[in-house]
């Protein structure tokens, strides 16, 4: 081990993850040394279902309270939403620049609009292997290979010595865009002396190599060469990759494209402005123009792989789309993994799906997609390169940080593992690294009309209840057919009384059963997209006619 990978006796560096330890999501690191600080991405959670109105959680900010004044920058790695999702409930404690990638950058300008926030002279695109000075730090931004382009790792030059932060990557060898993981840049880290590295143990328990964004072609072909009608195809709309794949092959397959969803149609322009995504001339449609074509002349790149019940696949299924429909013959593939707790979504569109007669694939019928997250030969790998002197694994659930840990151990012996947990201050100086102090750690729901910022799920019901009440909606319904079996009912607690509220509360019942009674059967009889609806038309009375929001609360009973 080199000089450069010991502990100065300059000042102690903190590394602290308030967030993307023990989970998925929510990533976010603070490094601290004297009296500046860096902030490494600043991500997103998304609810579990049973979060009634949050959108969105992030980490608790409170831990930056102490820090205020003292984060000079924001430093994003690629432009995922569990890495950028939360910038704008984090910048207004970042007093610098915020670094990323041109494509990063470009994912998050209009986040920050839609929040009436104005940085554009904050924004400060950065490219691989350049270096940036923040107070003690040096920060150098180094090419990796993930799902989404312009990915960046970041090794932090600080004056208790090299931390490099792999951000979430894999090993492409053969990248859509040519440009490759640079290895070469982290084996000159790993020789010339590497104090700490903390890395992606998203795929951790998974063996082998996870395999190049191309490894997709070869199903997907066999799917545009046996279909007969339209193909839709959900993904994520930040896997420009893929886009740009199944792009290419509907222009060999003589079919037109249409980008469908406005996640998926707002992140395909941004690639194209930018020059990442290329398409021929004429090979992109509107997707109000899909109905104007053969069916057998269109793939339609959708969202709602998740089984969102707003995006645009499931709408499609249950012939709620305006533009789109599905009929006997068409081919649905699902290309995306199933983020934990949407399995029940997700299956419920694969079952609209096939009740209009189309054919469901996935990635067990075809090899239609790869993930985005080195495997264990891969972690390997960038632990053999790297030879840190500490190993910190981050950005995954408890049992892929042990297992990464795990392989650190073995691949270099002589490398000390530290298991951190959300909130542990982790110091290195000159008497070693340990954690020396806890901040406090936790999750804040975001309620996305921006009432602010909630605490956790119970502050988060008072404050409905305290100021506007709650509503439940009990609607029986046939699960046979989906036809209401009476007149639904409404049960108010905490509402104000006076006559434009009686007058509403008397209306709501008719109004209810009118809007279940238009929705399509195959919505009327989905518990979940049911509930969904009915939160909807409830909210939308409340706030139109009493200037309220109530904690609407959907009660379905199958009779």
Same mark, same amino acid.
């Given at each position: ?68 004044? +003292? ?233 709602? /792989? ?136 936790? +999750? ?54 006076? /006559? ?60």
């Amino acid at each position: 081990m080199t000089q450069s990978a010991g502990l100065s006796s300059a000042a102690g560096v903190d590394v602290i993850p308030l967030g993307g330890v023990g989970e998925f999501g929510m990533n976010m690191l603070l490094v601290a040394c004297g009296d500046t600080a860096l902030l490494i991405d600043a991500g997103v959670m998304f609810p579990e279902p049973e979060l009634f109105g949050v959108d969105l959680v992030i980490p608790d900010l409170s831990a930056l309270d102490a820090y205020r004044g +003292r984060i000079k920058a924001l430093v994003l790695t690629h432009g995922h939403e569990d890495h950028i999702g939360a910038v704008p409930h984090v910048v207004s404690r970042v007093d610098g620049p915020i670094f990323g990638s041109p494509f990063t950058l470009a994912l998050l300008a209009p986040k920050l609009e839609e929040h009436d926030i104005d940085l554009r002279d904050r924004l400060t695109p950065v490219k691989p292997r350049q270096r940036v000075e923040v107070g003690p730090f040096t920060i150098e931004f180094i090419r990796v290979t993930h799902s989404i382009p312009d990915c960046l790792a970041v090794a932090i030059h600080t004056p208790a010595g090299v931390i490099v932060h792999t951000g979430d990557f894999k090993i492409d060898q053969t990248p859509l865009d040519g440009q490759l993981f640079d290895l070469h840049r982290l084996a000159e880290l790993g020789s010339q002396g590497v104090l700490a590295l903390l890395s992606d143990s998203t795929n951790a328990d998974r063996r082998g190599v996870t395999g190049s964004e191309r490894d997709v072609v070869e199903g997907f072909e066999e799917i545009f060469a046996s279909a007969q009608g339209r193909i839709l195809i959900a993904t994520f709309s930040t896997s420009i990759y893929r886009l740009q794949l199944l792009s290419d092959l509907a222009e060999q397959f003589d079919r037109k494209v249409a980008f469908v969803g406005r996640g998926m149609q707002h992140n395909s322009q941004i690639a194209e402005r930018l020059g990442i995504l290329k398409l021929k001339p004429g090979v992109e449609i509107r997707d109000s123009d899909v109905r104007d074509y053969a069916r057998d002349e269109v793939v339609c790149l959708c969202t709602g /792989s998740q089984g969102e019940p707003q995006a645009a696949l499931p709408r499609i299924a249950i012939d709620d789309h305006r533009f789109v429909s599905l009929e006997k013959g068409d081919t649905v593939a699902f290309s995306a993994r199933s983020i934990p707790g949407n399995e029940k979504a997700i299956a419920r569109v694969m079952n609209h799906v096939a009740r209009r007669g189309a054919d469901v694939v996935t990635d067990t019928d075809r090899h239609i997609h790869v993930s985005g997250h080195g495997s264990a030969e891969e972690l390997k790998l960038v632990l053999s390169l790297v030879r840190p002197r500490y190993f910190v694994p981050i950005h995954g659930e408890y049992r892929q940080l042990a297992r990464h840990a795990g392989m650190a151990a073995m691949v270099c012996p002589d490398s000390s593992v530290l298991m951190l947990e959300a909130g542990d201050v982790l110091r290195f100086d000159a008497d070693g690294a340990r954690v020396v102090d806890r901040l406090p750690a936790g +999750r804040i729901l975001i309620d996305g009309t921006r009432t602010g910022e909630i605490g956790d799920e119970v502050l988060r019901d008072r404050r409905h209840l305290a100021g506007d009440g709650l509503v439940v909606a009990i609607v029986a319904i046939s699960s046979q057919t989906g036809a209401l079996e009476q007149t639904p009912s409404i049960v108010t607690r905490g509402l104000a009384a006076d /006559s434009r509220h009686e007058a509403m509360l008397r209306d709501a019942p008719a109004m209810l059963a009118r809007a279940i009674e238009s929705a399509p059967r195959e919505e009327r009889t989905d518990p979940g997209l049911l509930k969904e609806r009915i939160r909807q038309e409830m909210q939308r009375l409340f706030r139109k006619r009493a200037g309220r929001r109530p904690l609407v609360l959907p009660v379905v009973m199958e009779v």
